[in-house]
Protein backbone atom coordinates (compact mmCIF):
# COMPACT_ATOMS: atom_id res chain seq x y z
CA UNK A 1 0.00 0.00 0.00
CA UNK A 2 1.39 3.28 -0.90
CA UNK A 3 2.26 5.06 2.57
CA UNK A 4 0.81 8.41 2.01
CA UNK A 5 -2.56 6.18 1.33
CA UNK A 6 -1.76 4.41 4.38
CA UNK A 7 -1.59 7.38 6.43
CA UNK A 8 -5.16 8.66 5.00
CA UNK A 9 -6.86 5.46 5.76
CA UNK A 10 -5.13 5.84 9.41
CA UNK A 11 -6.36 9.06 10.19
CA UNK A 12 -9.53 9.09 7.76
CA UNK A 13 -12.12 8.53 11.22
CA UNK A 14 -10.29 11.82 12.57
CA UNK A 15 -11.05 14.17 9.96
CA UNK A 16 -14.80 12.53 9.27
CA UNK A 17 -15.74 13.23 12.78
CA UNK A 18 -17.53 16.48 12.78
CA UNK A 19 -19.79 15.48 15.72
CA UNK A 20 -17.41 14.58 18.08
CA UNK A 21 -15.82 16.96 21.46
CA UNK A 22 -12.21 16.65 22.18
CA UNK A 23 -12.19 13.92 24.36
CA UNK A 24 -13.89 11.33 22.08
CA UNK A 25 -11.68 12.65 19.38
CA UNK A 26 -8.73 11.97 21.29
CA UNK A 27 -10.08 8.50 22.38
CA UNK A 28 -10.11 7.98 18.47
CA UNK A 29 -6.67 9.72 17.85
CA UNK A 30 -5.47 7.29 20.82
CA UNK A 31 -6.87 3.95 18.57
CA UNK A 32 -5.32 4.92 15.73
CA UNK A 33 -1.19 5.37 17.46
CA UNK A 34 -1.90 2.13 19.02
CA UNK A 35 -1.89 0.19 16.12
CA UNK A 36 0.25 2.19 14.21
CA UNK A 37 3.61 1.00 15.82
CA UNK A 38 3.47 -2.44 14.32
CA UNK A 39 2.04 -1.71 10.96
CA UNK A 40 4.95 0.74 10.67
CA UNK A 41 7.54 -1.48 8.95
CA UNK A 42 10.72 0.69 10.19
CA UNK A 43 13.81 -1.04 9.98
CA UNK A 44 16.08 1.67 12.57
CA UNK A 45 14.62 4.18 15.19
CA UNK A 46 15.48 7.06 13.10
CA UNK A 47 13.14 5.02 10.67
CA UNK A 48 10.65 4.33 13.61
CA UNK A 49 10.74 8.10 14.96
CA UNK A 50 10.20 9.55 11.37
CA UNK A 51 7.10 7.09 10.61
CA UNK A 52 5.82 7.85 13.80
CA UNK A 53 5.87 11.88 13.42
CA UNK A 54 4.46 11.63 10.17
CA UNK A 55 1.72 10.17 11.28
CA UNK A 56 1.34 12.09 14.27
CA UNK A 57 1.13 15.16 12.10
CA UNK A 58 -1.25 14.00 9.89
CA UNK A 59 -3.47 13.27 12.77
CA UNK A 60 -2.84 16.77 13.99
CA UNK A 61 -3.98 17.76 10.76
CA UNK A 62 -7.13 15.78 10.69
CA UNK A 63 -8.45 17.83 13.92
CA UNK A 64 -6.21 20.91 14.49
CA UNK A 65 -8.52 22.45 17.01
CA UNK A 66 -8.28 19.64 19.32
CA UNK A 67 -5.94 20.21 22.11
CA UNK A 68 -5.98 16.62 23.09
CA UNK A 69 -4.28 15.69 20.13
CA UNK A 70 -1.59 17.87 21.00
CA UNK A 71 -0.83 16.47 24.11
CA UNK A 72 -1.27 12.85 22.77
CA UNK A 73 1.07 13.03 19.91
CA UNK A 74 3.37 15.08 21.90
CA UNK A 75 3.85 12.23 24.42
CA UNK A 76 4.57 9.54 21.55
CA UNK A 77 7.44 11.75 20.05
CA UNK A 78 9.06 11.91 23.37
CA UNK A 79 8.58 8.01 24.13
CA UNK A 80 9.79 7.45 20.90
CA UNK A 81 12.99 9.92 21.30
CA UNK A 82 14.39 8.47 24.47
CA UNK A 83 14.03 4.82 23.56
CA UNK A 84 17.46 3.18 22.87
CA UNK A 85 16.37 0.82 19.95
CA UNK A 86 13.43 0.52 17.05
CA UNK A 87 11.60 -2.27 19.61
CA UNK A 88 12.26 -0.22 22.70
CA UNK A 89 10.76 2.28 20.51
CA UNK A 90 7.31 0.48 19.66
CA UNK A 91 6.80 -0.43 22.99
CA UNK A 92 7.32 3.03 24.59
CA UNK A 93 5.04 4.37 21.62
CA UNK A 94 2.34 1.69 22.96
CA UNK A 95 2.74 1.79 26.08
CA UNK A 96 2.21 5.43 26.70
CA UNK A 97 -0.26 5.45 24.42
CA UNK A 98 -2.60 2.79 26.48
CA UNK A 99 -1.57 5.29 29.92
CA UNK A 100 -2.74 8.25 28.07
CA UNK A 101 -6.10 7.04 26.63
CA UNK A 102 -6.66 4.99 30.19
CA UNK A 103 -6.02 8.52 32.05
CA UNK A 104 -8.60 10.22 29.35
CA UNK A 105 -10.96 8.09 30.87
CA UNK A 106 -10.25 9.23 34.47
CA UNK A 107 -9.55 12.80 33.39
CA UNK A 108 -13.16 13.26 32.41
CA UNK A 109 -14.58 11.67 35.53
CA UNK A 110 -12.53 13.07 37.83
CA UNK A 111 -13.80 17.19 36.32
CA UNK A 112 -17.24 15.89 36.26
CA UNK A 113 -17.23 14.65 40.18
CA UNK A 114 -14.59 18.22 40.90
CA UNK A 115 -17.45 20.36 38.96
CA UNK A 116 -20.61 18.44 40.20
CA UNK A 117 -20.27 20.00 43.45
CA UNK A 118 -19.91 23.41 41.89
CA UNK A 119 -23.64 23.19 39.98
CA UNK A 120 -26.63 25.35 41.77
CA UNK A 121 -28.69 22.27 43.18
CA UNK A 122 -31.81 24.10 41.88
CA UNK A 123 -32.86 26.54 38.53
CA UNK A 124 -31.42 25.65 35.34
CA UNK A 125 -27.96 25.68 33.73
CA UNK A 126 -27.43 26.03 30.19
CA UNK A 127 -24.99 24.50 27.61
CA UNK A 128 -23.97 24.51 23.95
CA UNK A 129 -23.37 21.75 21.82
CA UNK A 130 -22.19 18.46 23.25
CA UNK A 131 -19.43 18.06 25.40
CA UNK A 132 -18.71 14.47 26.90
CA UNK A 133 -17.16 16.48 29.84
CA UNK A 134 -20.16 18.25 30.69
CA UNK A 135 -22.46 15.63 30.42
CA UNK A 136 -20.67 13.65 32.70
CA UNK A 137 -20.42 16.76 35.21
CA UNK A 138 -24.64 16.92 34.74
CA UNK A 139 -25.09 12.79 34.80
CA UNK A 140 -22.74 13.02 38.17
CA UNK A 141 -24.90 15.79 39.77
CA UNK A 142 -28.01 13.04 39.08
CA UNK A 143 -29.90 13.04 43.03
CA UNK A 144 -28.02 16.71 44.11
CA UNK A 145 -30.82 18.51 43.51
CA UNK A 146 -33.91 19.87 41.29
CA UNK A 147 -31.34 20.76 38.77
CA UNK A 148 -33.23 21.67 34.90
CA UNK A 149 -30.99 21.64 31.88
CA UNK A 150 -31.19 23.67 28.75
CA UNK A 151 -28.72 22.51 25.51
CA UNK A 152 -28.26 24.72 22.69
CA UNK A 153 -28.74 22.83 19.60
CA UNK A 154 -25.51 23.62 18.07
CA UNK A 155 -25.97 24.44 14.13
CA UNK A 156 -25.28 23.39 11.84
CA UNK A 157 -24.69 19.42 12.74
CA UNK A 158 -27.08 19.83 16.14
CA UNK A 159 -24.82 17.53 18.08
CA UNK A 160 -26.62 19.11 21.09
CA UNK A 161 -29.44 17.06 20.65
CA UNK A 162 -27.34 14.02 21.50
CA UNK A 163 -26.40 15.58 24.75
CA UNK A 164 -29.97 16.22 25.16
CA UNK A 165 -31.07 12.79 24.44
CA UNK A 166 -28.53 11.50 26.99
CA UNK A 167 -29.70 13.83 29.79
CA UNK A 168 -33.46 12.92 29.24
CA UNK A 169 -32.54 9.17 29.37
CA UNK A 170 -31.11 9.29 32.94
CA UNK A 171 -34.19 11.30 33.65
CA UNK A 172 -32.87 14.81 33.74
CA UNK A 173 -35.39 17.37 33.14
CA UNK A 174 -33.76 19.13 29.53
CA UNK A 175 -35.04 21.45 27.19
CA UNK A 176 -33.28 22.11 23.86
CA UNK A 177 -33.25 25.04 22.33
CA UNK A 178 -31.94 26.49 19.26
CA UNK A 179 -28.65 28.79 19.21
CA UNK A 180 -30.25 32.05 18.56
CA UNK A 181 -32.39 31.51 21.62
CA UNK A 182 -29.17 32.23 23.90
CA UNK A 183 -29.81 35.40 24.90
CA UNK A 184 -33.55 35.18 25.47
CA UNK A 185 -32.48 31.78 27.52
CA UNK A 186 -29.55 32.89 29.77
CA UNK A 187 -30.71 35.27 31.89
CA UNK A 188 -33.31 32.54 33.33
CA UNK A 189 -30.43 30.32 34.25
CA UNK A 190 -27.83 30.33 37.28
CA UNK A 191 -25.01 29.11 35.73
CA UNK A 192 -23.64 28.38 31.94
CA UNK A 193 -21.38 25.63 31.47
CA UNK A 194 -19.45 24.93 28.31
CA UNK A 195 -16.83 22.64 27.61
CA UNK A 196 -13.32 23.35 25.33
CA UNK A 197 -11.28 21.97 22.16
CA UNK A 198 -8.76 24.03 23.62
CA UNK A 199 -7.25 26.81 25.76
CA UNK A 200 -4.48 29.11 25.02
CA UNK A 201 -3.61 32.93 23.65
CA UNK A 202 -6.59 33.18 22.14
CA UNK A 203 -8.88 32.26 25.14
CA UNK A 204 -11.30 28.93 25.22
CA UNK A 205 -11.73 28.01 21.44
CA UNK A 206 -15.48 26.04 21.67
CA UNK A 207 -18.25 25.77 19.68
CA UNK A 208 -19.86 28.81 17.70
CA UNK A 209 -21.79 30.41 19.61
CA UNK A 210 -20.16 30.41 23.04
CA UNK A 211 -19.23 34.20 22.98
CA UNK A 212 -22.84 35.05 22.51
CA UNK A 213 -24.18 32.77 25.43
CA UNK A 214 -20.88 34.13 27.96
CA UNK A 215 -21.56 37.78 27.13
CA UNK A 216 -25.25 37.08 27.78
CA UNK A 217 -24.36 35.32 31.02
CA UNK A 218 -21.98 38.52 31.82
CA UNK A 219 -24.13 41.26 31.59
CA UNK A 220 -26.88 38.98 33.54
CA UNK A 221 -24.60 38.30 36.42
CA UNK A 222 -24.35 34.84 35.69
CA UNK A 223 -20.92 32.22 36.10
CA UNK A 224 -19.74 30.97 33.33
CA UNK A 225 -17.95 27.82 33.82
CA UNK A 226 -15.64 26.06 31.69
CA UNK A 227 -14.73 22.26 32.43
CA UNK A 228 -11.53 20.95 30.70
CA UNK A 229 -9.48 18.69 31.29
CA UNK A 230 -5.63 19.61 31.84
CA UNK A 231 -4.94 17.97 28.41
CA UNK A 232 -6.48 20.68 26.73
CA UNK A 233 -4.80 23.61 28.16
CA UNK A 234 -2.15 24.78 25.07
CA UNK A 235 1.06 26.11 26.45
CA UNK A 236 1.58 29.81 25.85
CA UNK A 237 2.63 31.33 22.60
CA UNK A 238 1.26 28.24 21.14
CA UNK A 239 -1.48 29.01 18.20
CA UNK A 240 -5.29 27.88 18.49
CA UNK A 241 -6.71 26.55 14.93
CA UNK A 242 -9.77 28.95 14.15
CA UNK A 243 -10.30 29.51 10.27
CA UNK A 244 -12.17 25.94 10.14
CA UNK A 245 -14.66 26.87 6.51
CA UNK A 246 -16.86 24.02 6.73
CA UNK A 247 -18.73 22.77 3.57
CA UNK A 248 -21.98 25.07 2.91
CA UNK A 249 -24.02 22.10 2.04
CA UNK A 250 -24.08 21.57 5.94
CA UNK A 251 -26.03 24.72 6.35
CA UNK A 252 -27.99 25.71 3.07
CA UNK A 253 -28.31 23.63 -0.80
CA UNK A 254 -28.06 27.34 -1.36
CA UNK A 255 -28.50 29.43 -4.76
CA UNK A 256 -26.22 30.94 -6.87
CA UNK A 257 -24.68 33.84 -5.14
CA UNK A 258 -24.89 32.82 -2.14
CA UNK A 259 -22.34 32.41 0.17
CA UNK A 260 -22.44 30.39 3.03
CA UNK A 261 -20.14 30.93 6.24
CA UNK A 262 -19.64 27.93 8.17
CA UNK A 263 -16.73 27.67 10.78
CA UNK A 264 -17.32 25.71 13.87
CA UNK A 265 -14.87 27.18 16.21
CA UNK A 266 -14.22 30.73 17.76
CA UNK A 267 -12.56 32.28 20.62
CA UNK A 268 -14.23 32.89 24.01
CA UNK A 269 -11.63 35.65 25.66
CA UNK A 270 -10.63 34.89 29.49
CA UNK A 271 -12.28 37.60 31.20
CA UNK A 272 -15.26 36.44 29.74
CA UNK A 273 -15.02 32.93 32.44
CA UNK A 274 -15.50 32.90 35.99
CA UNK A 275 -13.32 29.53 36.18
CA UNK A 276 -11.77 26.41 34.30
CA UNK A 277 -12.39 23.60 36.33
CA UNK A 278 -10.19 20.97 35.44
CA UNK A 279 -9.45 17.24 37.16
CA UNK A 280 -7.04 19.15 40.03
CA UNK A 281 -7.99 22.60 40.62
CA UNK A 282 -11.27 25.33 39.38
CA UNK A 283 -8.59 27.83 37.96
CA UNK A 284 -8.97 31.25 37.46
CA UNK A 285 -7.61 33.15 34.71
CA UNK A 286 -4.33 33.91 36.24
CA UNK A 287 -3.73 30.41 37.43
CA UNK A 288 -4.22 29.01 34.00
CA UNK A 289 -1.80 31.68 32.84
CA UNK A 290 0.73 30.25 35.37
CA UNK A 291 0.06 26.87 34.51
CA UNK A 292 0.46 27.83 31.11
CA UNK A 293 3.94 28.69 31.19
CA UNK A 294 5.21 25.45 32.25
CA UNK A 295 4.20 23.35 29.54
CA UNK A 296 6.76 22.22 27.26
CA UNK A 297 6.40 20.16 23.77
CA UNK A 298 8.26 18.69 21.12
CA UNK A 299 9.68 20.68 18.74
CA UNK A 300 8.44 18.82 15.97
CA UNK A 301 5.19 19.95 16.85
CA UNK A 302 6.26 23.62 17.65
CA UNK A 303 7.19 23.31 14.13
CA UNK A 304 4.18 22.20 12.68
CA UNK A 305 2.03 25.14 13.84
CA UNK A 306 4.62 27.53 12.56
CA UNK A 307 4.25 25.78 8.72
CA UNK A 308 0.36 26.05 9.40
CA UNK A 309 1.07 29.59 9.88
CA UNK A 310 -2.08 30.28 12.09
CA UNK A 311 -2.38 33.38 13.96
CA UNK A 312 -2.20 33.42 17.99
CA UNK A 313 -5.26 35.76 18.21
CA UNK A 314 -8.81 34.83 16.45
Not at 173 to 187: G, N
Not at 189 to 203: T, Y
Request: aromatic share 2%; charged share 25%; glycine share 6%.
Amino acid sequence: MDRHLELDVLVAPLRNDVLSGAADIARVAADVLLRAPLRVPAATLGELKGDLAELCLAILDAQPAMAPLVALVGTVLDAVGAAPDVDEGREAARRVVEAFRSELEHRTARVAARAAPLLPREGTVLTLSSSSTVREALLANEGRGALQVVVLEGRPMQEGQHLAAALARAAVPVTLAVDAAATALVPRCAMVLLGADSIGDAGVVNKVGSVAVASAARAAGIPVLVLADETKILPTGFPQHLGDQRPSREVWHAPAGVRIWNRYFEALPMDSVTSVVTETAALTPGDLERYRREIRLPEEIRDWARRRGWSRSP
